[in-house]
């Protein structure tokens, strides 16, 4: 049977496109156990979060931040629908009134953004020459916060001295996520932040002792400036546009917003002097009081953002989530014919498929998976002939064989991926009921206890795929129907009959 399964830890975007490579590289290479970096690698301890921090009624920063932007026409009182301010886990942005589904409620323009352009303009520009855009932007983001007078010092001010994302982990909090794909993602990227934090000291940094001071421009500094931009950057700016938008980027993510697309779009205003802005549109209806926010997986928001969402009560979670990669291996005889097929249809020999709890395999990946486990007397389906057509056959069973070998291939990988935790999902039930958790455990228990779940799910569906296997319609079956020799109780028809 054909084994077609590649257990994978997920590859986030990183900030620059040219990193993409790079991180998924370290990614790759990092051992089993997390007690075991190189000694070098430093890990701040953290205080409060950026969307657990408690603050007071009176929000003196956002405050500042509002004032500062209404100095510069960005917002005003009559015109912004939404204001910075406190909410329950945190700083957020709260509608002030009503607002219908793509309403305008940002407007910030290009010259109150963080972006390479920034960087160039000041002191340090020509410093910055050839560096990746994140990189760049991070060591002007080090020593904007590093003074006091600093033009930025409003939204500086706004922006969480520490985080608790699990890039910030101690080694004993990172081990309570053995076996979780979020484990492989965070040491990825701090070895591939240390790496570029190495090469910025020996080519910037150490050779200009007189504009950064090596007590300020440090590991941990590069690794906040990293968070942040981690947390408070999006799509379209990113990449080499990357950018941090002041009051956009305290959009929170919240369950409730189920929308595909971000609502946030590169546009021109202005009457007489036209400027390019950052607009931001409502994606749903909300009233008065009401947060703004988007959507991310738990993986995702612990990585970024040092937070999960878990309901006490059902104990389950649309938000959990496995990030599954599938290959073509590369020793199948006829991995040029299905690589070709793949690429037609838009793939190429590895896929990632992002599996959520309570919803089932995606139809594209049991494609896939078809497609990975084909041969013997199915490779017919890859000839010239079929081409064009073989992606439509594959999106239903096309023999039984070919469909066993799947379901062995995806309940084995099912079983492998849950012998790497060191807990249970009952045993992590129980530890999520005691009130006193430690938060970042809390993280950890939630994201594992959500991986597993969904892999069980996973591993159930193809189970009973299996049971039922005698019962399905296969390539054969099908093709005789259309041809009309077979009726609707899969019985030979006359005219097969006469043929016969």
């Known amino acids: 049977m054909a084994q077609a399964l590649i257990w994978a830890m997920p590859v986030f975007p990183c900030l620059s496109s040219s990193s993409t490579s790079s991180a998924a590289a370290a990614a790759a290479s990092l051992p089993a156990s997390p007690l075991h970096h190189r000694s070098s690698l430093r890990t701040a301890r953290a205080l409060p979060t950026l969307l657990t921090i408690t603050t007071s009624t009176t929000d003196i920063e956002a405050e500042a931040l509002w004032t500062w932007l209404a100095q510069k026409g960005a917002v005003s009182d009559e015109a912004t629908a939404v204001r910075p301010a406190c ?3 945190g700083r957020g942005l709260l509608a ?15 010259k109150l953004w963080i972006n390479l352009e920034t960087v160039k303009a000041s002191a340090i520009g020509r410093f910055c020459e050839g560096l990746k855009p994140w990189v760049a932007i991070a060591l002007f983001l080090v020593r904007e916060k590093a003074q006091s007078n600093s033009s930025w010092r409003p939204y500086l001010d706004i922006l969480p001295q ?6 910030f982990w101690s080694d004993e909090e990172l081990a309570e ?34 504009l950064f001071d090596s007590s300020l421009f440090t590991y941990d500094a590069f690794l906040w400036a990293f968070g942040i931009l981690r947390s408070r950057t999006f799509a379209p700016l990113t990449g080499d546009e990357l950018a941090l938008v002041p009051l956009a980027d305290l959009v929170n993510h919240l369950a409730g917003l189920e929308v595909e697309k971000p609502c946030w779009e590169k546009t021109t205003a202005g009457i007489f002097t036209r400027q390019e802005v950052l607009l931001m549109r409502a994606a749903k209806t909300f009233h008065a009081g009401q947060e703004y926010g988007k959507s991310k997986n738990n993986a995702q928001l612990a990585l970024d953002y040092g937070l999960v969402e878990y309901d006490a009560f059902s104990g389950s979670n649309n938000r959990d989530s496995f990030m599954l990669t599938l290959e ?3 020793s199948d005889r006829l991995f040029d014919d299905k690589l070709d097929i793949a690429q037609l249809n838009g793939l190429d020999s590895s896929v990632y498929f992002d599996l959520t709890r309570g919803q089932g395999p995606p ?3 049991l494609t896939f998976l078809r497609l990975t486990a084909l041969g013997g007397s199915d490779a017919f389906l890859l000839e010239a002939l079929f081409r ?20 062995e291939a995806m309940i084995e990988g099912c079983k492998s991926a849950l012998y790497g935790y060191q807990s249970t999902v009952e045993e992590d039930l129980l530890l999520l009921n005691n009130d006193n958790l ?11 206890q959500g991986e597993k779940c969904v892999l069980q799910e996973v591993q159930t569906w193809f189970e009973a795929r299996m049971n039922e296997l005698d019962q399905l319609e296969y390539y054969a079956e099908r093709r005789l129907r259309d041809l009309g020799l077979l009726d609707e109780k899969g019985n030979m028809t006359a005219w097969a009959r006469v043929w016969n």
């Open 388 to 407: 064009n057509t073989v992606w439509d056959h594959l999106s239903s069973p096309v023999s039984r064989d070919n469909e066993e070998s799947i379901c």
């Open 438 to 448: 430690d938060p970042r455990t809390r993280i950890a228990v939630v994201v594992r």
């Open 177 to 210: 996520l053995q076996g979780t794909q979020l484990l492989g993602s965070t040491l990825g990227y701090r070895e591939y932040v240390e790496s570029e934090v190495n090469e910025l000291f020996d080519k910037v940094i150490k050779p200009n002792p007189d």
């Open 363 to 365: 139809e594209s990946m």
């Open 162 to 167: 520490a985080l608790d994302s699990p890039l």
């Open 328 to 330: 073509i291996p590369k």
């Open 87 to 89: 909410v329950h886990h």
């Open 96 to 110: 002030h009134r009503t607002i219908s589904q793509g309403d305008e409620l940002l407007s910030i323009p290009r």
